[in-house]
């Protein structure tokens, strides 16, 4: 093949496959998204308004793709076409809780611009409002000597929750929220006994901690004595 020849099968490759990319971008063929959107690696929640974009031209070669827009608006007008890039990068979603959408479009070196394409997340950023911690429905006391107990919790908007007889919750496990639970006090021995719960939701929001205390007694009374009308050997009165 004469050198002439290779030069103008390459210009003719070269050219079919920007014909190709207006082709799918003019809407001629369109099976598939053209950019693939992730934010935060497709998490539903976030409760950062700073999050995590990653794009990716799914129908065209990267190598034709010149720049990108990312924008809050369907318009994109305020947004600036920036180099293409694959790598991950931070943007600011806007302010206030609820479901975000990000709009992005691609241009490749032909100056041809794609469709927009969309994805979201939801900010949430106030945590779940915790209600309610009774110990064996607000009793005063127990007995049990397995130092076993029934917890009742009410938290708004919570998926998940950590239990401690700690304060600080130190090497606490978080668990799925429920509104009962059975608990063991500590620690060891009788006295009152004070039980911690806080609460996270699915955006990860951690709730204030509540707090109750049941008073542990496993002892019975000890010198107990019966005495009738002062120790008296004898009564008329039948009910003294």
């Known amino acids: 093949m004469t050198p002439g020849m290779d030069y103008l099968l390459r210009l003719l490759t070269k050219s079919m496959v920007l014909a190709c990319a207006v082709c799918i971008w003019s809407g001629t063929v369109n099976a598939f998204p053209f950019i693939g959107i992730s934010i935060n690696n497709g998490e539903k929640y976030t409760n950062n308004k700073v999050v995590s974009i990653e794009i990716q031209s799914l129908q065209i070669d990267k190598k034709l793709i010149q720049s990108m827009q990312i924008g809050n608006s369907p318009e994109l007008d305020q947004a600036s076409w920036i180099d293409y890039s694959e790598d991950p990068m931070e ?11 990000v709009y992005v479009r691609l241009k490749d070196k032909n ?14 950023s106030t945590p779940p409002l915790a209600k309610q911690l009774l110990i064996n429905d607000g009793a005063n006391y127990t007995n049990n000597k397995q130092m076993k107990v029934m917890l009742s919790l009410i938290a708004e908007d919570a998926v998940k929750m950590q239990i401690s007889n700690n304060p600080e919750f130190k090497e606490v496990q ?60 004898f009564t008329t009165n039948p009910t003294a």
């Open 111 to 124: 100056g041809n611009i794609s469709q927009t394409e969309t994805a979201s997340i939801i900010l949430d």
């Open 174 to 233: 978080w668990e799925i929220y429920r509104p009962q639970k059975s608990w063991l006090l500590g620690p060891p021995g009788d006295g009152e006994k004070t039980v911690y719960a806080r609460f996270a939701d699915a955006a990860e929001n951690i709730s204030q901690a509540l707090q109750a205390s049941i008073i542990l007694d496993t002892d019975p009374p000890q010198n107990c004595a019966v005495i009738i009308k002062n120790d008296e050997k």
């Open 91 to 101: 943007y600011s979603i806007p302010d206030g809780d609820g479901k975000k959408i």
